[in-house]
Structure formats: structure tokens, C-alpha cells
């Protein structure tokens, strides 16, 4: 199963047209997810994922554009539109824990988001953000560089235990205590008509995340 993941992995980085969006294949893999009562799909280690920013319905995204202000690192934003493959996470455990590949994710774990067509992960610091002035959000790092600025803890709104498809989720990070954030403050020159994507230390409605479009790993069995 690891080895027809990785190659399925493999095929969707190699084959996506990174300027028009992702193939049908995957949107077909995601639509018969969703079918099949997405509320019980397992969110598991190694899952490629879109997040969906649940009150503006914009999904967490990232290109190969840096921030020209702050820490200058690659921006992350909010996309409207549903099919661009830039807008794909991998969700990972920290590299000390013994977490491993279709572990399911209980609340309050540590994860890490790495960018599928960067290979960066999801970080947050100190930088205030371009807009709003907040928690600055940016992509940094890479296969093998990776600190505690990546980490995120999940916190599943409600009575979940475990991490699903389409339940209403919020991640802190760990370093500055802020909750990934968007809203409709929108850039109009770099990234015209995407949202920021910020931190802010306090719960708002503006920072409930739900898994939406992706490729999920089945559960792994236990021995």
C-alpha cells in the first residue's frame, strides 16, 4: 500500500498542469470520497489534501511567489477557485515521534503541512502579515530542513477524536500561539483576487478549517 501510494503521489506531482489545475483524475478521486460519506473518511498520515477555509470557502494555497515585505519567504494565500493543484498539502507527523504513514490523526496531535509542488512546509513566525498586520503565514524549508516553526497542533471542533474529512477543524501554531487565519482581505497586485492567510491568537469564526479535495490514505492496520 505505501509503494501504490507514493507511486500515485509521484503521478499526481509529474502529471498535474500546474497552471490550469489539477487532472480529473483527482477530481474524481476526491468527488467519490465525497460521495461515500466524506464525514467518515480517515484525514491519516501521508494524505494530500486541500484545506477549505470554511467561511469564505477559499482554499489554503502556496506558488513560488515570496512575500516582498516581512520575512520575504514564499506567500501563502487563499484561492478561490476549487481545481488548482497549487492548493495541495501533504500532511506529516513532526520527525520525532513515531508517528507513521496511515496513522489516523487524533485531536490535539502535532502535524507538519508540506506543500506538494514546493516540497515547503506550512510555517509561521513573528513577521507581521502583509495586510492585516497579524502573524505572518509563509512556506519555507524543504525536504530535509524543517524546525518547530512548521508545527501545528489539531484541534477538531466538536466531540471528534480523530482528524476526518469535512469536520471543522482549527490549527494553532505551536511557536507563536497563533490559528492559521484567513478572511476577505484580498492582495490586488502579486497574488490579485487571493486572500491573506495570516495568525491571530485569538478563536474567531475566521479560523475554522475543514478538509475538503484530495487523496486520502487508508487507515494502516495495526499488527
Same mark, same amino acid.
Given at each position: 500500500?505505501?509503494?501504490?501510494?507514493?507511486?500515485?503521489?509521484?503521478?499526481?506531482?509529474?502529471?498535474?498542469?500546474?497552471?490550469?489545475?489539477?487532472?480529473?483524475?483527482?477530481?474524481?478521486?476526491?468527488?467519490?470520497?465525497?460521495?461515500?460519506?466524506?464525514?467518515?473518511?480517515?484525514?491519516?498520515?501521508?494524505?494530500?489534501?486541500?484545506?477549505?477555509?470554511?467561511?469564505?470557502?477559499?482554499?489554503?494555497?502556496?506558488?513560488?511567489?515570496?512575500?516582498?515585505?516581512?520575512?520575504?519567504?514564499?506567500?501563502?494565500?487563499?484561492?478561490?477557485?476549487?481545481?488548482?493543484?497549487?492548493?495541495?498539502?501533504?500532511?506529516?507527523?513532526?520527525?520525532?515521534?513515531?508517528?507513521?504513514? @496511515?496513522? +489516523?490523526?487524533?485531536?490535539?496531535?502535532?502535524? #507538519?503541512? %508540506? /506543500?506538494?509542488? *514546493?516540497?515547503?512546509? &506550512? !510555517? $509561521? =513566525?513573528?513577521?507581521?502579515?502583509?495586510?492585516?498586520?497579524?502573524?505572518?503565514?509563509?512556506?519555507?524549508?524543504?525536504?530535509?530542513?524543517?524546525?518547530?516553526?512548521?508545527?501545528?497542533?489539531?484541534?477538531?471542533?466538536?466531540? @471528534?477524536? +480523530?482528524?476526518?474529512?469535512?469536520?471543522?477543524? #482549527?490549527? %494553532? /501554531?505551536?511557536? *507563536?500561539?497563533?490559528? &492559521? !487565519? $484567513? =478572511?476577505?482581505?484580498?492582495?490586488?497586485?502579486?497574488?490579485?483576487?487571493?486572500?491573506?492567510?495570516?495568525?491571530?491568537?485569538?478563536?474567531?469564526?475566521?479560523?475554522?478549517?475543514?478538509?475538503?479535495?484530495?487523496?486520502?490514505?487508508?487507515? +494502516?492496520?495495526?499488527?
Amino acid at each position: 500500500m505505501a509503494m501504490g501510494f507514493f507511486g500515485l503521489a509521484l503521478f499526481l506531482f509529474l502529471t498535474f498542469d500546474f497552471d490550469q489545475g489539477s487532472p480529473s483524475s483527482t477530481s474524481a478521486s476526491a468527488s467519490a470520497a465525497s460521495s461515500s460519506s466524506s464525514q467518515n473518511v480517515q484525514v491519516t498520515y501521508g494524505t494530500v489534501l486541500k484545506l477549505m477555509h470554511e467561511k469564505t470557502k477559499f482554499r489554503l494555497h502556496s506558488h513560488e511567489v515570496p512575500y516582498g515585505s516581512g520575512s520575504g519567504q514564499q506567500s501563502v494565500t487563499g484561492f478561490p477557485n476549487v481545481d488548482d493543484s497549487n492548493s495541495y498539502w501533504i500532511v506529516r507527523p513532526p520527525p520525532d515521534t513515531s508517528a507513521k504513514q @496511515g496513522d +489516523t490523526i487524533p485531536d490535539g496531535a502535532i502535524i #507538519r503541512l %508540506q /506543500h506538494m509542488r *514546493t516540497r515547503k512546509w &506550512l !510555517h $509561521s =513566525h513573528l513577521h507581521a502579515s502583509p495586510i492585516s498586520g497579524n502573524l505572518e503565514v509563509s512556506c519555507f524549508g524543504g525536504e530535509s530542513e524543517s524546525d518547530t516553526g512548521d508545527y501545528w497542533r489539531l484541534l477538531i471542533e466538536g466531540s @471528534g477524536k +480523530t482528524w476526518k474529512q469535512d469536520q471543522r477543524i #482549527r490549527l %494553532q /501554531h505551536i511557536d *507563536t500561539g497563533g490559528y &492559521l !487565519h $484567513s =478572511h476577505d482581505k484580498k492582495y490586488t497586485r502579486i497574488a490579485g483576487g487571493q486572500q491573506e492567510v495570516c495568525g491571530v491568537r485569538e478563536k474567531r469564526a475566521d479560523n475554522v478549517w475543514l478538509a475538503a479535495e484530495g487523496v486520502y490514505l487508508p487507515i +494502516t492496520e495495526s499488527k
